[in-house]
């Protein structure tokens, strides 16, 4: 990942932090006005209700960074109040004081057993409202950030999950159906043209930005034809096509060639990014699809991919295609009729294959 990734999610947080916002949960009109008064003196927005059932709808309605909550007050007392909130996923990280009396042990035993962060003694010394809200804000703050760099950076490795996966999981997340299954796909392999020779000439840094520039570009046209990205190598990646209709997957599959192509060229002639070439391998059929598991010393590691004879072939037509060149295999080339040009190469034979099969190359779609 870029090393300036976290830096930029930090600074974007630091422009769009929102004022503080506290509740405060008391019966008693005379502490609500002290209270907002003090808070606002220091800098905070606040907003009020007089008990705890009022308060709940408040959260609901506007989740705040902090509560101030009496323990005492009609209706739904502090306590209930507290468990609520603790209790539920949406609301058990907002930071609650809560406010008891002057020697009520047995309030704050309460308290603590609700799930309360922090205590207040009525009457409340301004001095020591400040500390505490200070030191819960601070700490609330540093959640939030660290959710929040979290959750952008889940949201960008996502984008590399195969949606496969994603739908399988989200059906069943406790045992997902991650198992081999014999499945009609159609397999493309990418690779970039004469990378060794670019990592000898470019620094490693330089060139991993440009694969990530053209990578990320190319992941867009692949998920938008329902494609699914096999773990990526450094100069490389595998996609995996599925669709009930043979014939609509293997379609899918030789568009986005020709998206990824055309983009190829595109960004390459832009010269924002050092121009690269790449080469593709496409062919249909059964495989064994579904995520593989590697138990190792360090813990067990699964990965979503196809394997098979289908596949082996589009592994070998992408390493005898030339640069921005795209190669098919006899079945892809059956299943696309007469909607696209293709060239007949002849027949090969290939790499670790025991037959020679008959090479396509792929030029446009068919022209009306």
Not at 60 to 89: Q, R, W, Y
Not at 115 to 139: C, H, N, S, Y
Not at 218 to 227: E, K, N, S
Not at 319 to 340: C, F, I, K, S
Request: charged content about 25%.
């Amino acid at each position: 990942m870029n090393i300036l990734f976290p830096l930029f999610l930090r600074l974007l947080y630091m422009n769009t932090k929102r004022p503080t916002t506290i509740l405060i949960v008391d019966d008693e009109p005379l502490n609500v006005d002290y209270l907002e008064q003090e808070l606002e003196d220091f800098g905070y927005t606040t907003i009020s209700a007089t008990n705890g059932a009022e308060a709940l709808a408040r959260v609901a309605a506007e989740a705040p960074d902090l509560i101030l909550l009496d323990a005492m007050m009609p209706v739904m007392d502090g306590f209930s109040t507290c468990g609520l909130l603790k209790a539920h996923k949406d609301t058990q990280l907002i930071p609650i004081v809560m406010m008891t009396a002057l020697g009520e042990r047995e309030d704050r035993i309460r308290g603590l057993e609700a799930g309360a962060d922090d205590f207040l003694t009525k009457p409340v010394d301004p001095r020591e409202l400040q500390v505490r809200i200070q030191t819960a804000v601070k700490m609330k703050q540093a959640v939030d950030d660290k959710l929040g760099e979290l959750r952008h950076i889940t949201e960008y490795f996502a984008k590399f999950v195969p949606e496969t996966v994603k739908r399988l999981v989200t059906a069943n997340p406790q045992a997902p159906e991650l198992t081999l299954h014999q499945r009609d796909v159609s397999v493309m392999f990418v690779d970039i043209s004469g990378y060794s020779c670019l990592s000898e000439r470019l620094p490693l840094k330089t060139l991993n930005a440009i694969v990530e520039r053209y990578f990320s570009s190319f992941l867009d046209h692949i998920q938008d034809a329902g494609g699914d990205i096999n773990e990526t190598a450094g100069d490389g990646f595998m996609a995996i096509f599925q669709d009930a209709d043979g014939q609509a997957h293997a379609r899918k599959a030789v568009d986005t060639a020709l998206a990824l192509l055309a983009t190829t060229e595109e960004l390459s002639r832009e010269g924002e990014v050092h121009p690269l070439s790449i080469h593709i391998g496409l062919n249909s059929g059964v495989a064994l699809v579904g995520s593989s598991r590697f138990e190792g010393l360090r813990g067990t590691r699964w990965t979503f991919s196809a394997t098979g004879p289908t596949t082996n072939l589009a592994a070998r037509l992408a390493g005898r295609a030339a640069a921005n060149q795209a190669l098919l295999g006899p079945e892809t080339v059956r299943r696309l009729g007469d909607h696209y040009q293709i060239e007949r190469l002849g027949r090969e034979r290939l790499k670790n294959l025991a037959e020679a099969v008959d090479v396509y190359r792929l030029l446009s779609p068919a022209t009306n």
